[in-house]
């Protein structure tokens, strides 16, 4: 990760899906952008559903839905519950059309730092991390930094473990 400056200031990825995992992610990326001066890509990728079906997985006819608006406006509702009305960092909201792992690799291709939240359902896979994130912090080309919740009754819900990988 270079050390940011007025010439270069740091460009931190973040993945938001609308999870609380990922409104902690994207909480924290805007709390190192203000403390760095740097700017926050916040990525959302979208897929057509799927169905299976007696040939593998086939998509799900869109009967008119248009899936990368609903994309769009679920990453906007998500950034303005998070930065509030008027946020002290330059925040590029990013909605692509594709598996999440592979849109925040390839948006991270040229980033300081990529920042993602971690899912745990149950106490088996809070110990894991979850297929996007492990994804993301096995192949990313910049430092990757996980944010997993805190478990329920453990901590405060505002406090939360970060990995940086």
């Not at 805007?30 to 169905?51: C, E, H, K, N, R």
Request: charged share 15%; with cysteine.
């Amino acid at each position: 990760m270079s050390i940011p400056s007025a010439s270069h200031p740091q460009r931190i990825v973040v993945g938001v899906d609308g999870s609380d995992p990922s409104k902690e992610a994207l909480r924290w990326a805007l709390g190192l952008a203000s403390l760095t001066g740097g700017t926050v890509d916040a990525v959302t990728a979208w897929q057509y559903p799927a169905a299976a079906s007696g040939y593998g997985w086939v998509p799900v006819p869109a009967d008119d839905i248009d899936y990368a608006s609903l994309a769009e406006k679920s990453l906007a509702e998500t950034i303005s519950e998070v930065a509030g009305p008027d946020p002290d960092v330059v925040i590029n909201p990013v909605v692509i059309n594709g598996y999440p792992a592979a849109v925040l690799l390839h948006e991270a291709e040229s980033a300081d730092l990529l920042v993602v939240g971690s899912r745990g359902h149950s106490e088996f896979t809070d110990a894991l991390l979850g297929s996007v994130s492990q994804n993301c912090a096995h192949h990313a080309r910049c430092p990757v930094v996980i944010i997993r919740q805190a478990k329920s009754g453990s901590r405060s819900d505002s406090q939360r473990s970060t990995s940086v990988i």
